[in-house]
């Protein structure tokens, strides 16, 4: 390259920016951009691309940023598709110099002047940032090895030109190694940090340094080595160029703070950070109220619930419980502000945080401080975040008893405000925005209480649950407190609530041991977790039951355990107790009561033709046609008869929906659980979780009979949770349904009892205890009896 050539060119250009010109040539979605006002971004891009398929490449790339930036996943997806269908078509320049051109023919004259002189072409290759924006937005949602994927795309496509490559170099190192870490590959993302850190930023990439060492500190935070992360985020940039970099993106005349400011605000976030996580408290409070009063922080959405969530977290190491309760709470309703915080099922986690941990710690704190009532509502409002993000990505509900055009209209309203308010947090646009999410939530709330209560966190308060007991029901609810070291169990009558806290040390494991200690029918070696696990999860709270049906709500590794198989050296909980499940104790406000006429009885579908012998199940067939055989008005479906298509059709007509045969369980992604029916000319059979609540059911009981309908694993629970609760809102009163796979023979057996009880006028609750006990006095292994649960009224 000509050196008294570039020196002239890049003279030329710092003239230029040091004069406040360069603005001259920003279009409105330009300033946005650079100011870091993804909302406007957003609004702008949409307006100068109607239409997604027909938009070139330096017009779409500004609108994939702002679906990216916003997390709006749902349309990112099939804007960054389009990108790259224009990459393959040849338009691969991401620069709108037409635009630019037009907004200031003279600046941009003397831009294209600067750049010929310097060899520099304006023109930009979009590629390494498509495949950036993927990788990115696969750490988003949790899936790390696509992650991994374009990240090596995005490594190996870094281009050669000079002002572009060691950008490129940068990000796409660091977002390499990221992605490798949070895949579990921490060798090979030590690797990337290592290299990264070989990289120059001096002159002329002195305005990179800030993107380098973010970029290392989220790969060293990851690694959990946080001392690194620390000494690489202190080294200081140079003043000069501070003031250079705010020249060059506009510095005051852009409102919101300049590009260089937004990217100072990371930096800053993640000194604070590494300073909490290394013990220098008095230097992260310092610096995280510095924080909470810059605009910046406000705006971006990726971190300021952490510094909220941190800031509690500080003061509680100095001393000050409760004024950390009221920043977790702020926390909690930054995250709980819309619905679309988190827009997909597997990703619960934001810059570097977990926002169940909030809720964990405000529960801890909360019950130190004998706030007991709070800590209860608190435990629920967590339990509502997991579902309203596990169904985020979730648009098409049915609404019972209710208008679905505007139910619909009302959700699509809140949504959208939702969107507007975090992108423009601070503004008197924003206030007006929030208005009217707030309004349509409140307004939703009024015309479908419990479609609102799937897609925000609706408090439901502990005078509330008490209403719903019966005079000598005991709820227990169980929850895992921070670092899952410990367990709370709440205990509330209609009378008061009590609670105790419990050690959650190697639970997990326990639970699995006694799973597999049940699948070994010939053995007694069940016996003796069965005692040890009553010990650490029934005993403590026995004195504090009452008479009646003791009602549990379970949390993470809890959904699996059978707790009517819990011993306490003498008999089983189910000896002495009725037991029933629910998802969340706010459910109870939402039971149906069953006591609609139907034309029809029992349904049974048994035994489906699955298309393969190794799933037929032969007693499942014989006990689905005995069960309909038993009762009046009721009907066998079996093999190829027992479909999806009739699913649909017969099931909301009859007050019994028994369902034998097998599932498919997946806690990562829950809403793609399934029962296996048989497929047909119009659908693959399998009746997934996430469809359930788009149907509309009205059944006063489905049974779930199968091999497979239980789970094998521990895992979180929310497959357990989606399961149970997307058939409580498709409006069936209750659920029964098995933990494990059962011996087909005893589960006949025991089915045609639990009917039989239902039959001559027993509650659901008391008929299957029944029909349990009568299948434990012939064979006592919890493996014949143990796994069915009733999950609802």
Request: proline content about 4%.
């Given at each position: 390259?000509?050196?008294?050539?570039?020196?002239?060119?890049?003279a030329?250009?710092?003239?230029?920016?040091?004069?406040?010109?360069?603005?001259?040539?920003?279009?409105d979605?330009d300033?946005?951009m650079?100011?870091?006002?993804?909302?406007?971004?957003?609004?702008?891009s949409?307006?100068?691309?109607?239409?997604?398929?027909?938009a070139k490449?330096?017009?779409?790339?500004?609108?994939?940023?702002?679906?990216?930036?916003?997390?709006?996943?749902?349309k990112?997806?099939?804007?960054?598709?389009?990108?790259?269908?224009?990459?393959?078509a040849?338009?691969?320049?991401?620069?709108?110099?037409?635009?630019?051109e037009?907004?200031s023919?003279l600046?941009?004259?003397?831009?294209?002047m600067?750049?010929?002189?310097a060899?520099?072409?304006?023109e930009?290759?979009v590629t390494?940032?498509?495949?950036?924006i993927?990788?990115?937005?696969?750490m988003d949602?949790?899936?790390?090895?696509?992650a991994?994927?374009?990240?090596?795309k995005?490594y190996?496509?870094?281009?050669?030109?000079w002002?572009?490559e060691?950008?490129?170099?940068?990000h796409?190192?660091?977002?390499?190694?990221?992605?490798?870490?949070f895949?579990?590959?921490?060798?090979?993302?030590?690797?990337?940090?290592?290299?990264?850190?070989?990289?120059?930023?001096a002159?002329?990439?002195?305005?990179?340094?800030?993107?380098?060492?973010?970029?290392?500190?989220?790969?060293?935070?990851?690694?959990?080595?946080y001392?690194?992360?620390?000494?690489?985020?202190?080294?200081?940039?140079?003043?000069?160029?501070?003031a250079?970099?705010?020249?060059?993106?506009?510095?005051a005349t852009?409102?919101?703070?300049?590009?260089?400011?937004f990217?100072?605000?990371?930096r800053?976030?993640?000194?604070?950070k590494?300073e909490?996580?290394?013990g220098?408290?008095?230097?992260?409070?310092?610096?995280?109220?510095?924080?909470?009063?810059?605009?910046?922080?406000?705006?971006?959405?990726?971190f300021y619930w952490?510094?909220?969530?941190?800031?509690?977290r500080?003061?509680?190491?100095l001393?000050k419980?409760?004024?950390a309760?009221?920043f977790y709470?702020?926390?909690?309703?930054?995250?709980?502000?819309?619905r679309?915080?988190?827009?997909?099922?597997?990703?619960?986690?934001?810059?570097?945080?977990?926002?169940?941990?909030?809720?964990?710690?405000?529960?801890r704190?909360?019950?130190?401080e004998?706030?007991?009532?709070?800590?209860f509502e608190?435990?629920?409002r967590?339990?509502?975040r997991?579902?309203?993000?596990?169904l985020?990505a979730?648009?098409?509900?049915?609404?019972?008893g209710?208008?679905?055009?505007?139910?619909?209209?009302l959700?699509?309203?809140?949504?959208?405000a939702?969107?507007e308010?975090?992108?423009?947090?601070?503004?008197?646009?924003?206030?007006?925005?929030?208005?009217?999410a707030?309004?349509?939530h409140?307004?939703?709330a009024?015309?479908?209480?419990?479609?609102?209560?799937l897609?925000?966190?609706?408090?439901?308060?502990?005078?509330?649950?008490?209403?719903?007991?019966?005079?000598?029901?005991s709820?227990?609810?169980?929850?895992y407190?921070a670092?899952?070291?410990?367990?709370?169990?709440?205990?509330?009558?209609?009378?008061g609530?009590?609670?105790q806290?419990l050690?959650?040390?190697?639970?997990?494991?326990?639970?699995q041991?006694?799973?597999?200690?049940i699948d070994?029918?010939?053995?007694?070696?069940?016996?003796?977790?069965?005692?040890?696990?009553?010990?650490?999860?029934?005993?403590?709270?026995?004195?504090?039951?009452?008479?009646?049906?003791?009602?549990?709500?379970a949390?993470?590794?809890?959904?699996?355990?059978?707790?009517?198989?819990?011993h306490?050296?003498?008999?089983?909980?189910i000896?002495?107790?009725e037991?029933?499940?629910?998802?969340?104790?706010s459910?109870?406000k939402?039971l149906?009561?069953?006591?609609a006429?139907?034309?029809?009885?029992?349904?049974a579908?048994?035994n489906?033709?699955?298309?393969?012998?190794?799933?037929?199940?032969?007693?499942?067939q014989?006990?689905?046609?005995a069960?309909?055989?038993?009762?009046?008005?009721s009907?066998?479906?079996?093999?190829?008869?027992a479909?999806k298509?009739?699913?649909?059709?017969?099931a909301?007509?009859?007050?019994?929906?028994?369902?034998?045969?097998?599932?498919?369980?997946?806690?990562?992604?829950p809403?793609?659980s399934?029962?296996l029916?048989?497929?047909?000319g119009q659908?693959?059979?399998?009746?997934?979780?996430?469809?359930?609540?788009?149907?509309h059911?009205?059944?006063d009981?489905?049974?779930?009979?199968?091999?497979?309908?239980?789970?094998?694993?521990?895992?979180?629970?929310?497959?357990?949770?989606?399961?149970?609760r997307?058939?409580l809102y498709?409006?069936?009163?209750?659920?029964?349904?098995?933990?494990?796979?059962?011996?087909?023979?005893?589960?006949?057996q025991?089915?045609?009892?639990?009917?039989?009880?239902?039959?001559?006028?027993?509650?659901?609750?008391?008929?299957?205890r029944?029909?349990?006990?009568?299948?434990?006095?012939?064979?006592?292994?919890?493996?014949?009896?143990?796994?069915?649960?009733?999950?609802g009224?």
């Amino acid at each position: 390259m000509n050196a008294p050539r570039t020196l002239a060119a890049v003279a030329c250009l710092i003239a230029l920016f040091l004069s406040g010109c360069a603005t001259d040539i920003m279009t409105d979605r330009d300033r946005a951009m650079m100011a870091g006002r993804y909302g406007e971004l957003e609004k702008a891009s949409i307006a100068e691309v109607p239409d997604v398929t027909k938009a070139k490449t330096n017009k779409l790339t500004m609108l994939c940023m702002s679906y990216s930036k916003l997390k709006r996943y749902d349309k990112l997806g099939p804007c960054l598709d389009q990108l790259e269908k224009n990459v393959a078509a040849g338009d691969t320049n991401m620069t709108d110099i037409e635009a630019m051109e037009k907004k200031s023919p003279l600046m941009m004259g003397l831009a294209k002047m600067g750049s010929a002189m310097a060899g520099v072409p304006l023109e930009q290759d979009v590629t390494p940032f498509l495949w950036e924006i993927r990788a990115e937005t696969y750490m988003d949602l949790g899936d790390y090895a696509r992650a991994v994927e374009y990240g090596r795309k995005l490594y190996g496509h870094i281009p050669t030109q000079w002002n572009q490559e060691r950008y490129a170099r940068i990000h796409a190192t660091g977002v390499l190694g990221l992605a490798l870490t949070f895949s579990g590959d921490k060798a090979g993302g030590l690797a990337r940090a290592k290299e990264l850190e070989d990289v120059g930023t001096a002159y002329p990439y002195v305005l990179l340094k800030t993107d380098k060492q973010v970029l290392l500190s989220r790969i060293y935070v990851a690694l959990g080595d946080y001392q690194r992360a620390y000494e690489i985020i202190q080294e200081d940039d140079n003043s000069f160029f501070r003031a250079f970099a705010d020249a060059v993106s506009g510095g005051a005349t852009l409102e919101g703070g300049s590009l260089f400011a937004f990217q100072q605000i990371q930096r800053r976030f993640m000194r604070h950070k590494t300073e909490l996580e290394t013990g220098r408290i008095e230097e992260a409070r310092a610096g995280y109220d510095w924080m909470l009063e810059q605009p910046a922080t406000r705006e971006n959405g990726d971190f300021y619930w952490i510094v909220l969530y941190d800031r509690g977290r500080i003061a509680e190491r100095l001393g000050k419980r409760n004024e950390a309760i009221d920043f977790y709470f702020r926390a909690i309703e930054v995250i709980e502000r819309q619905r679309a915080s988190l827009n997909t099922e597997a990703s619960k986690i934001g810059f570097i945080g977990n926002k169940q941990a909030v809720y964990q710690d405000a529960v801890r704190a909360l019950i130190a401080e004998h706030r007991d009532a709070e800590a209860f509502e608190y435990v629920e409002r967590a339990k509502a975040r997991a579902l309203v993000d596990m169904l985020a990505a979730k648009k098409d509900f049915t609404v019972a008893g209710a208008d679905p055009q505007k139910v619909n209209a009302l959700l699509a309203m809140a949504d959208t405000a939702d969107m507007e308010a975090r992108a423009l947090d601070g503004s008197e646009k924003t206030a007006r925005t929030r208005n009217v999410a707030v309004q349509a939530h409140s307004e939703l709330a009024q015309q479908a209480p419990e479609l609102a209560s799937l897609v925000s966190v609706t408090a439901v308060g502990l005078p509330e649950i008490q209403r719903h007991l019966q005079p000598a029901e005991s709820l227990v609810e169980y929850y895992y407190g921070a670092g899952g070291d410990r367990l709370y169990a709440f205990v509330v009558s209609s009378a008061g609530m009590r609670v105790q806290t419990l050690s959650a040390a190697g639970l997990g494991a326990e639970i699995q041991a006694f799973r597999q200690a049940i699948d070994q029918p010939a053995s007694d070696a069940w016996r003796e977790p069965a005692q040890r696990l009553y010990a650490r999860l029934v005993g403590p709270v026995e004195p504090l039951l009452g008479p009646g049906r003791i009602t549990v709500v379970a949390h993470g590794a809890l959904h699996y355990l059978p707790f009517n198989a819990l011993h306490d050296g003498k008999q089983f909980v189910i000896q002495r107790h009725e037991l029933r499940m629910l998802p969340a104790a706010s459910v109870l406000k939402f039971l149906k009561s069953g006591g609609a006429q139907r034309p029809g009885m029992v349904l049974a579908f048994g035994n489906p033709d699955l298309g393969n012998p190794r799933y037929d199940l032969s007693f499942a067939q014989a006990e689905a046609q005995a069960i309909a055989n038993s009762m009046p008005k009721s009907r066998a479906l079996t093999r190829k008869a027992a479909n999806k298509t009739a699913f649909r059709q017969y099931a909301p007509g009859f007050r019994f929906v028994h369902i034998a045969s097998h599932g498919q369980f997946d806690a990562a992604a829950p809403l793609n659980s399934a029962l296996l029916l048989a497929p047909d000319g119009q659908d693959d059979g399998r009746l997934t979780v996430g469809e359930l609540y788009s149907m509309h059911l009205d059944a006063d009981l489905v049974t779930l009979s199968a091999c497979e309908t239980g789970l094998g694993s521990i895992e979180s629970g929310d497959d357990v949770v989606g399961l149970t609760r997307g058939f409580l809102y498709a409006g069936a009163s209750s659920i029964v349904a098995s933990l494990w796979q059962v011996d087909d023979r005893a589960t006949g057996q025991l089915m045609t009892a639990f009917y039989k009880e239902l039959r001559n006028g027993a509650d659901k609750a008391e008929a299957l205890r029944r029909a349990q006990l009568e299948t434990l006095r012939g064979n006592p292994h919890p493996f014949f009896w143990a796994a069915f649960q009733l999950t609802g009224a």
